[in-house]
């Protein structure tokens, strides 16, 4: 059964910059686009990037130039570095398959605010 363990968020201002780390257990990632995603209050989950099994990466559009998602395949590792952050960015941070068809991890909470 996969485990899926997202740390690294918190309290933040804006402008600040946080990395986010994601440690899967009971699966391989190396052949998985993985993907961060995140859920505000009151909203629906949304897909923030992915990268695939060699690297190629996408990233919803309101992060680009601001966020970077890579990986560590021996590690079984997926981490976001989130640069100048927003206060719209404030959000529960998940990670998960490309598709999201891995049971989802409790993700990690990242707030943004002065």
């Known amino acids: 059964q996969v485990q899926l363990v997202e740390s690294g968020g918190g309290l933040v201002q804006p402008g600040g910059s946080l990395r986010l780390s994601c440690a899967v257990s009971?699966?391989?990632?190396?052949?998985?686009?993985m993907g961060w995603y995140r859920q505000a209050p009151g909203k629906q989950r949304e897909l923030v990037a992915t990268?695939?099994?060699?690297?190629?990466?996408l990233y919803l559009d309101s992060v680009k130039g601001r966020f970077m998602i890579s990986r560590d395949n021996t590690k079984n590792m997926v981490y976001l570095q989130m640069n100048s952050l927003k206060p719209e960015d404030t959000a529960v941070y998940y990670c998960?398959?490309?598709?999201?068809?891995?049971?989802w991890g409790q993700g990690t909470q990242v707030t943004v605010s002065s």
């Open positions: 009971g699966s391989i990632v190396v052949s998985s686009t």
């Open positions: 990268i695939t099994a060699s690297g190629s990466t």
């Open positions: 998960n398959t490309g598709r999201g068809n891995w049971d």
